[in-house]
């Protein structure tokens, strides 16, 4: 049984080698030891080497070690491969080698080694198949050389479709620059550390790459150590593999030459940047010796007035006529100069970065009631007709910085009526957006006029300071230049927008988009009146129809007549059917009948009681005595807010006295009240003395802050009701003087309010008085109404306290 078995083991043996030896390779078995020891080789194996297996066993016993004893290099290689294979726990490895013949010339070979199970006395067993790749070795070596003697770098790529760079073969050059691990990997994409800054390039010649087209551009690119250069690329196609281009590349380094063209580049970049901001300081020169000049004259021009008119007014004291023109005239000199001042002021402060907003409640139907106070003189003068209209507005009270807001409104406005002609019209929307969020709403302001037009030329310089368009048809036009750039500065500062379109002879547009905070506690829904029923009568439809809406979001039934002819037609089919109007809302500019006309005719049609009520944007002071012989009961002021309507539906139908804050009569209201006028300047203490005592206060006077302390430390207890606290003042100025009264050990001291009075009169002073321990802030030259309201607006919130 052990003979048969044994001869067919032989048998198997034979019948293997016979099997190795048609391979027609060669293939050896070795030990993993030491010396790589040859267990087994086919005569392949053999004739690779040169040597018969006989005199192989004799000279080398067996050891591939002492086979490469001259050639340790190559030896130590092959080592390196075999243990980082084992280490890495892979299951063969493959490596490029050179290998001494016999006759002493050398081949390269390619080694690819099976690790198996089998083990020979304890030692793990390794098969190799060795193949001679001398051929290609020779023909890439002399490739190199030809490679070589091109120009900068080379190398063969196949294109993939998405870009891949499958590198197949590149010079010397090429592998010192971007790195010899470029063939570790299939697929080298040579821009992987430069991707990003080239990929404009490389998309830029895509279609060019994937079509086999020749493409040349030039890429900053970085070598194996993280240096930068510029390099050429310059690519041809010269072959197809799988389906896809195969292009050589040649990389020239033109580091220098780019560098240098760069910096001529930057250099003259500079020289037209420096050119450009040469240009425009000369501009910005020339406009500030325009506006100067402008200045001069605008300044001279109320200054000559204000002057001039004194004269004449100390000549008539006597004529109350006459010294009633002057003063006004005077007035209004000193308003226009102030308003000059303030302009050059806040643009000096914008140029800074100074302007600061502040925030504060703002109610837009006394906004616009201030803005329409404000512009009635020049729209009067010039007999312009004035119309605002509401769109969709639910909310009336906000928060933002109300003088500001009104600063852009009237400089828009002022604007529009300086290029506006005699009997022209001017149209103020104001319109909210969907709400941004559930504190904020956007509002958007258009104004738009069919003045004379701004040209083409200057539009697009508007809202530059100093710039004023010079025009023979307003040459008479008078202003700092400065308005249209400080309403977009403003507008700027509460983050919105203001856009201007504008024909010469039809007129201009400026819309503004603001987003603006709710006050979400006092912007409640107004009261419902269900039971009311109300005539409305405006040729205007879009104003008849907006006053409709919102009277029926009070729950009021309105029936809508577009002229006094329809009015009275409406007013006869009412009555023959036994309906009675609660009150009529009467237009005042009507064509063909007018208000008070159409009033006369209507107070014979209905009931004694019933009111009718003028709805204009007039001045109530202009039309009053006329409205009152109309038979005319009351005044409503445009535009009309849901809360303006349900205001003088309480006052009128309902009969509701309103609570109002300054309805006493301004004359004597501070009787009885005592304060204290801290000033230096003996002129502003006489004319702040003369105001107040005007209006029944007692006034006691310190003429530094040192003086004021004295004076509030030796009074009686709550001697003083308040104190009108100058700022820049000698000895002492206001701010420290204000904190050593608050420091006085009284309680009165603590409590009592003190306004600051100063010609600075931005956001930042009114809050370094408030540090300094103030309640208010008054700027000069002082507006006795304004003054006025803020006195009593302290003495009420001081008796709250």
């Not at 016993?61 to 892979?90: C, F, M, S, T």
């Not at 890439?140 to 063969?156: C, I, M, W």
Request: charged content about 25%.
């Amino acid at each position: 049984m052990n003979t048969i078995s044994a001869q067919a083991v032989q048998r198997q043996n034979q019948d293997y080698t016979l099997l190795m030896n048609m391979l027609h390779v060669s293939v050896s078995k070795h030990l993993l030891d030491e010396h790589f020891t040859l267990i087994w080789a086919n005569d392949f194996y053999y004739d690779l080497i040169g040597y018969p297996q006989a005199e192989y066993e004799v000279l080398y016993h067996n050891r591939p070690d002492l086979y490469y004893a001259e050639n340790l290099e190559d030896w130590q290689a092959i080592q390196h491969v075999v243990v980082d294979a084992i280490i890495a726990g892979k299951p063969g490895y493959t490596t490029v080698t050179r290998m001494r013949r016999k006759s002493g010339e050398y081949v390269w070979v390619q080694l690819a080694a099976t690790f198996v199970e089998e083990r020979i006395n304890g030692v793990q067993v390794a098969y190799t198949v060795m193949n001679n790749i001398d051929d290609v070795m020779q023909m890439r070596a002399e490739q190199s050389v030809t490679y070589d003697n091109l120009p900068g770098f080379v190398a063969k790529y196949q294109v993939g479709p998405q870009l891949q760079l499958k590198l197949l073969d590149a010079n010397r050059k090429f592998l010192e620059f971007f790195g010899d691990d470029s063939w570790k990997n299939e697929e080298y994409i040579v821009f992987a550390r430069n991707v990003e800054r080239n990929s404009e390039q490389l998309e830029a010649n895509r279609e060019r790459l994937l079509s086999g087209l020749p493409v040349h551009f030039t890429a900053q690119m970085s070598d194996q150590y993280g240096n930068d250069a510029w390099l050429q690329i310059n690519a041809e196609q010269i072959g197809v593999k799988d389906g896809e281009p195969v292009y050589l590349v040649i990389y020239l380094d033109v580091t220098d030459e780019t560098e240098l063209r760069q910096m001529q580049t930057r250099l003259e970049q500079q020289a037209a940047e420096l050119k450009a901001a040469l240009e425009t300081a000369r501009q910005a020169s020339r406009a500030k010796s325009d506006f100067l000049s402008n200045m001069s004259h605008d300044i001279r021009t109320p200054m000559n007035a204000i002057m001039g008119m004194t004269d004449p007014a100390v000549r008539h004291l006597h004529d109350e006529g006459k010294l009633r023109d002057c003063l006004r005239k005077i007035a209004l000199s000193s308003e226009h100069l102030l308003g000059l001042i303030n302009d050059v002021l806040d643009m000096s402060r914008i140029e800074s970065g100074k302007m600061t907003l502040t925030g504060e409640p703002v109610t837009l139907p006394e906004t616009l009631e201030n803005i329409v106070a404000i512009m009635q003189p020049m729209l009067k003068a010039k007999r312009q007709k004035f119309a605002i209209h509401l769109r969709h507005v639910r909310h009336e009270r906000l928060w933002s910085d109300p003088l500001r807001l009104r600063q852009i409104f009237i400089n828009i406005l002022s604007n529009a009526s300086k290029f506006t002609p005699e009997a022209g019209e001017i149209t103020f929307v104001i319109e909210e957006l969907p709400e941004s969020g559930p504190d904020y709403a956007d509002y958007r302001f258009t104004f738009q006029d069919t003045g004379i037009g701004i040209r083409p030329e200057f539009l697009s310089k508007l809202f530059e300071p100093f710039s004023r368009q010079a025009d023979s048809r307003v040459d008479k036009t008078e202003g700092s230049g400065l308005g249209m750039a400080i309403t977009r500065r403003l507008v700027d500062l509460m983050n919105g927008t203001i856009a201007v379109e504008s024909q010469i002879g039809q007129g201009t547009t400026f819309t503004v988009t603001l987003p603006l905070q709710i006050q979400i506690e006092a912007d409640k829904t107004p009261v419902h009146f269900p039971d009311l029923r109300v005539l409305v009568v405006d040729d205007d439809t879009i104003m008849g129809e907006t006053m409709t809406a919102s009277l029926m979001q009070l729950g009021v039934r309105v029936t809508l007549a577009t002229g006094g002819l329809e009015a009275l037609t409406l007013a006869d089919q009412a009555k023959s059917q036994g309906v009675q109007f609660d009150a009529v809302f009467l237009d005042w500019k009507m064509p063909g009948m007018d208000g008070p006309e159409t009033a006369r005719r209507l107070r014979r049609k209905i009931s004694g009681t019933t009111p009718i009520l003028i709805v204009s944007a007039y001045d109530w002071s202009d039309i009053e005595e006329e409205a009152t012989q109309a038979g005319i009961d009351g005044f409503i002021s445009k535009p009309l807010f849901a809360s303006t309507l349900c205001r003088a539906l309480q006052i009128y139908v309902l009969k509701d006295t309103p609570n109002k804050l300054n309805d006493e009569q301004p004359n004597r209201i501070f009787a009885g009240r005592r304060f204290l006028l801290v000033e230096d300047n003996a002129l502003n203490r006489e004319i702040a003395v003369e105001l107040l005592e005007q209006d029944g206060a007692e006034v006691e006077i310190a003429e530094n802050g040192m003086e004021g302390i004295w004076k509030m430390k030796h009074a009686a207890d709550r001697w003083y009701d308040l104190i009108l606290m100058d700022i820049q003042m000698p000895v002492m100025n206001g701010y420290d003087a204000a904190r050593r009264i608050r420091e006085l050990p009284r309680d009165d001291a603590r409590q009592i309010p003190i306004l600051a009075l100063t010609a600075d009169a931005f956001a930042e002073d009114i809050q370094l008085a408030r540090d300094a321990g103030m309640n208010g802030h008054l700027a000069k030259p002082l507006n006795m109404n304004a003054l006025r309201k803020e006195i009593q607006r302290q003495l009420i919130t001081a008796v709250h306290k």
